[in-house]
């Protein structure tokens, strides 16, 4: 049962990474409303493939909630199930009023709706590990009580998605969709942990614990400055098109925070691995912090000084995601040593 529970709780870890990636992609791609609906896709459980499919048709099977899009100015939604007649009757319709968003491209309709179903795929495994994890009630009451968060925290995810829709991609929703995400990726690394039949032979150090607590929280603070940094360039996306070289011409104060405090996590986890090493603590895991640290650092130099290259901003989210994860492994196994310690 144990292994059982560890590897669906990998699974969904790989899955909620692949969320993670998705979401980056529909970001680069300005896909965000590619569904303007929540959680059909125009009314479709599979969504339209071209444009014509959102025009009205005479004799034609209607579902309620299915949408039509009248001369680019409003989408219509289906009031209940009817078959159309041969003229238009707006008796049967009513205007999508949610938000005024009114467009439709193929491309970001699958780039989104595929991001949709792999949300929907992570959500499985999850549910089966939180039902497996009351196996473990006797031996360590956590792993089930973390098993049923996460599990809500999926619902509330799910639901966080439905109102980033709905107000057409706020921009403060769109951080709590992410910081969400990241605190879904903490539960499943504590499962993942705290279900090991063995740990390895480390140390617990007071000086290193302190400093990786504060790495981890200044590396969630970048996350969530990167992605306010992110809406502010979708804004100049919006106002001056895809002119790049503009985007940060006049940048807001989060920018130069971010730009700036990046040093300071380069110092931090430099510090932290030259602790490890010097002290001969044994948390091998920090060669990964520092590998994604100095990948986080190129794709940000990249994007800035190079006009944002192609893939450089999924790239530099799903980095910093990683290396969020890699530091709450690293600080649960901390943990570990710390208690050992305090019982010996």
């Given at each position: 049962?144990?292994?059982?529970?560890?590897?669906?709780?990998?699974?969904?870890?790989?899955?909620?990474?692949?969320?993670?990636?998705?979401?980056?992609?529909?970001?680069?791609?300005?896909?965000?409303?590619?569904?303007?609906?929540?959680?059909?896709?125009?009314?479709?459980?599979?969504?339209?493939?071209?444009?014509?499919?959102?025009?009205?048709?005479?004799?034609?099977?209607?579902?309620?909630?299915?949408?039509?899009?009248?001369?680019?100015?409003?989408?219509?939604?289906?009031?209940?199930?009817?078959?159309?007649?041969?003229?238009?009757?707006?008796?049967?319709?009513?205007?999508?009023?949610?938000?005024?968003?009114?467009?439709?491209?193929?491309?970001?309709?699958?780039?989104?709706?595929?991001?949709?179903?792999?949300?929907?795929?992570?959500?499985?495994?999850?549910?089966?590990?939180?039902?497996?994890?009351?196996?473990?009630?006797?031996?360590?009451?956590?792993?089930?009580?973390?098993?049923?968060?996460?599990?809500?925290?999926?619902?509330?995810?799910?639901?966080?998605?439905?109102?980033?829709?709905?107000?057409?991609?706020?921009?403060?929703?769109?951080?709590?969709?992410?910081?969400?995400?990241?605190?879904?990726?903490?539960?499943?690394?504590?499962?993942?942990?705290?279900?090991?039949?063995?740990?390895?032979?480390?140390?617990?150090?007071?000086?290193?614990?302190?400093?990786?607590?504060?790495?981890?929280?200044?590396?969630?603070?970048?996350?969530?400055?990167?992605?306010?940094?992110?809406?502010?360039?979708?804004?100049?996306?919006?106002?001056?098109?895809?002119?790049?070289?503009?985007?940060?011409?006049?940048?807001?104060?989060?920018?130069?925070?971010?730009?700036?405090?990046?040093?300071?996590?380069?110092?931090?986890?430099?510090?932290?691995?030259?602790?490890?090493?010097?002290?001969?603590?044994?948390?091998?895991?920090?060669?990964?912090?520092?590998?994604?640290?100095?990948?986080?650092?190129?794709?940000?130099?990249?994007?800035?000084?190079?006009?944002?290259?192609?893939?450089?901003?999924?790239?530099?989210?799903?980095?910093?995601?990683?290396?969020?994860?890699?530091?709450?492994?690293?600080?649960?196994?901390?943990?570990h040593k710390k208690r050992q310690n305090q019982l010996a």
């Amino acid at each position: 049962m144990k292994n059982k529970f560890r590897t669906l709780s990998k699974i969904s870890l790989v899955l909620i990474y692949f969320v993670i990636v998705a979401g980056a992609i529909v970001r680069m791609t300005g896909s965000g409303m590619g569904c303007p609906d929540w959680p059909k896709c125009f009314g479709y459980y599979i969504p339209p493939t071209e444009s014509k499919q959102l025009l009205f048709e005479p004799n034609n099977n209607y579902e309620k909630g299915m949408m039509i899009l009248v001369e680019h100015e409003a989408f219509l939604v289906a009031k209940k199930d009817f078959t159309s007649e041969d003229t238009f009757d707006t008796a049967n319709w009513k205007i999508y009023s949610k938000h005024d968003y009114v467009a439709y491209d193929p491309v970001h309709t699958w780039v989104e709706y595929i991001n949709r179903l792999i949300g929907a795929l992570s959500g499985i495994p999850i549910l089966i590990f939180s039902v497996l994890s009351f196996w473990f009630w006797k031996k360590n009451k956590w792993i089930p009580l973390i098993s049923m968060l996460t599990l809500f925290g999926m619902g509330f995810q799910a639901w966080l998605g439905k109102t980033v829709v709905d107000s057409n991609l706020a921009p403060y929703k769109i951080t709590v969709h992410m910081v969400m995400a990241l605190l879904i990726v903490a539960f499943i690394l504590y499962l993942i942990f705290a279900s090991k039949s063995s740990y390895k032979p480390q140390k617990y150090h007071p000086k290193f614990y302190n400093i990786l607590v504060f790495a981890l929280l200044l590396s969630l603070v970048q996350i969530i400055l990167g992605t306010q940094v992110r809406e502010f360039v979708d804004e100049q996306t919006k106002l001056i098109g895809y002119q790049k070289a503009l985007w940060l011409e006049s940048p807001t104060l989060n920018f130069y925070i971010h730009r700036s405090t990046s040093i300071l996590v380069l110092f931090l986890n430099g510090y932290l691995w030259y602790l490890n090493q010097s002290k001969g603590l044994g948390f091998n895991k920090l060669k990964l912090v520092i590998y994604c640290v100095l990948l986080e650092v190129s794709t940000g130099i990249m994007m800035y000084y190079f006009d944002f290259p192609f893939l450089s901003q999924p790239i530099h989210l799903v980095i910093a995601s990683l290396l969020f994860g890699i530091q709450c492994y690293v600080l649960l196994e901390c943990l570990h040593k710390k208690r050992q310690n305090q019982l010996a």
